[in-house]
């Protein structure tokens, strides 16, 4: 064990102390000594217990600590702090500009634990308010984890996407490559990608054109026979396929779908077609969109003809759940009308947070009269948009809603949403949410399982059984469109639509740009199958305003 190792060490167990708001001297000691054992010039693996007691400037108990460290590989003391915390926060600890102090300040009052859940944190901007921090520490975590994630093995579909798209262009307008298109995960628009992968003809020479672009940093560069493979801005792994320009469309296809979606087509002749609806022709099917080449449920969809319903972004007709000043958003509640109507929208649900997310700014009874009065007042000015009056409102921990019936009944719909106590097991999780959905002021349950993707995993639920219940108590479900979401998971779409409940594509913006999320949201209810029909923001400003007034009455 080097002597850095060893340093290490003592250093994570300081830092351990002083989160667990341990002797503060001890903790400064724990650092000191790391600081001091780093710096030495002779190793102290190779020193006797009796020489290590001999090394200058380091006391007694160090020097036993020392030989611990040596013997066992490790520190008791490290042990016991290490079982006192949550795998995340320690992922939290290596966040650049962090200390322990205000890691501490950000697990136990926003209970975040783990780096998505502070990524999430920042996004909606709830470090600002903080004591200790600010918008240039918000910033500086944001720029940290973003770095974190970069270097990790797997990406979001959205943090790729534009890079993705501009990788193609640059090989379209170099002409080296009469075809080129996206393939694989990303062009399935899958929530979580491992690579971004391309097909490629031959035209040119697109290895040495891609070998020498400037535009991007290119690492690790391989080629094996038709497959050229390297690392994009030094993180991001790319898949080239090469192929002439006869075989464009089969490489296309080939590489584009799962295994088991090739199988259902059996022993389809794909070889020299002309496009990809060839390749369907010949199998007697109707075009299959990339998104739902999975091989689960393309081929019901195609027997029931029912492909030409799947909804698009242009189908909806407006965006519920949003955040404003009032709770933890970015934007007042003015600006996110406003640039909501300007997208071309007919109507906005604005859902701040409810009383019991304190670290969220919940909004207390008397700002929810505010903020209607605003709302009233608003509606008559941008007329004929629309300014629903809604709340996320918390599903407590015995899974009622917050706020009293009499102050529930004043909002056109409620999103009723889990934010604490979430560590539960299946069947806690699932009967506190059909506690929620059996009220009667639940229009819309939020992200359903609470999960982050490649940060947190959502409480284990019972799809099923949430499912019917929304559908024996007329409440929509959400699909949350911020890509760290996406969440109820586009597998369940399907049940969804046949039990008879839907779907709303919300984007949970904090800020005027998180509308935009829209686009992922959309993408993943394409991958479920999701039907204009049943889509429920899809639902003109007349249609909706009748189904919030049935739901109410």
Request: glycine share 6%; net charge negative; proline share 3%.
């Amino acid at each position: 064990m080097t002597n850095k190792e060893i340093a290490g060490i003592f250093k994570l167990t300081g830092k351990l102390t002083e989160l667990h708001d341990g002797n503060e001297f001890k903790a400064k000691s724990y650092m000191a000594n790391a600081f001091k054992i780093e710096r030495l010039p002779q190793p102290l693996e190779n020193m006797s217990a009796e020489e290590i007691a001999k090394v200058e400037g380091i006391g007694k108990g160090t020097h036993a600590k020392i030989n611990e460290i040596i013997s066992t590989g490790t520190l008791k003391d490290l042990q016991d702090l290490l079982e006192q915390t949550p795998v995340g926060v320690l992922e939290i600890l290596s966040v650049k500009g962090l200390g322990p102090k205000k890691v501490r300040t950000i697990w136990k009052e926003l209970e975040v634990e783990s780096l998505g859940e502070l990524l999430y944190a920042c996004n909606e901007n709830r470090l600002v308010d903080l004591k200790g921090f600010g918008d240039k520490t918000q910033t500086e975590v944001i720029k940290s984890i973003e770095f974190i994630h970069a270097n990790s093995s797997k990406f979001l579909y959205a943090k790729l996407e534009q890079l993705a798209l501009q990788l193609v262009e640059t090989i379209e307008k170099s002409g080296v490559a009469e075809q080129v298109s996206l393939t694989g995960e990303i062009r399935r628009k899958c929530n979580e990608l491992e690579k971004i992968e391309l097909v490629v003809t031959t035209t040119g020479d697109v290895s040495s054109f891609l070998n020498n672009q400037k535009a991007f940093e290119i690492s690790e560069w391989k080629e094996e026979g038709e497959i050229i493979s390297f690392r994009l801005n030094n993180s991001i792994p790319v898949e080239v396929f090469l192929c002439k320009k006869e075989d464009f469309y089969s490489t296309l296809f080939k590489s584009t779908a799962t295994s088991e979606h090739l199988s259902l087509l059996g022993n389809t002749e794909i070889s020299g077609a002309s496009s990809e609806e060839e390749i369907y022709k010949n199998a007697g099917w109707n075009f299959i969109i990339p998104e739902l080449r999975e091989g689960k449920f393309e081929k019901q969809l195609n027997e029931q003809n029912k492909l030409n319903d799947i909804v698009q972004l242009s189908d909806l007709r407006g965006i519920l759940h949003n955040h404003s000043t009032y709770s933890d958003g970015v934007h007042t509640l003015e600006q996110m009308a406003t640039y909501c109507k300007e997208l071309g929208y007919e109507y906005l649900g604005i859902s701040d947070h409810s009383q019991y997310a304190v670290y969220a700014k919940g909004l207390k009874p008397e700002q929810i009269i505010q903020q209607h009065k605003e709302i009233d007042e608003l509606n008559q000015k941008l007329f004929p948009f629309r300014i629903f009056k809604s709340i996320e409102a918390d599903i407590l921990p015995d899974g009622s809603l917050d706020y009293n019936d009499e102050i529930l009944s004043t909002f056109d719909f409620v999103v009723a949403s889990i934010h604490s106590a979430m560590k539960m097991d299946e069947e806690k999780a699932t009967a506190r949410l059909i506690r929620a959905i059996e009220s009667p002021h639940t229009t819309i349950l939020g992200h359903p399982t609470g999960r982050l993707l490649l940060s947190r995993p959502g409480y284990p639920i019972d799809h099923k059984k949430i499912i019917d219940a929304c559908a024996a108590n007329k409440v929509v479900i959400e699909l949350n469109a911020n890509p760290n979401r996406l969440d109820v998971d586009w597998t369940w779409i399907p049940y969804c639509m046949e039990k008879g409940v839907m779907v709303s594509i919300n984007p949970d913006a904090h800020k005027m740009e998180g509308y935009h999320d829209m686009h992922y949201g959309t993408l993943a209810a394409r991958k479920g199958g999701l039907a204009k029909q049943m889509t429920f923001n899809a639902l003109s400003l007349e249609e909706i305003e009748t189904w919030f007034k049935d739901k109410k009455g």
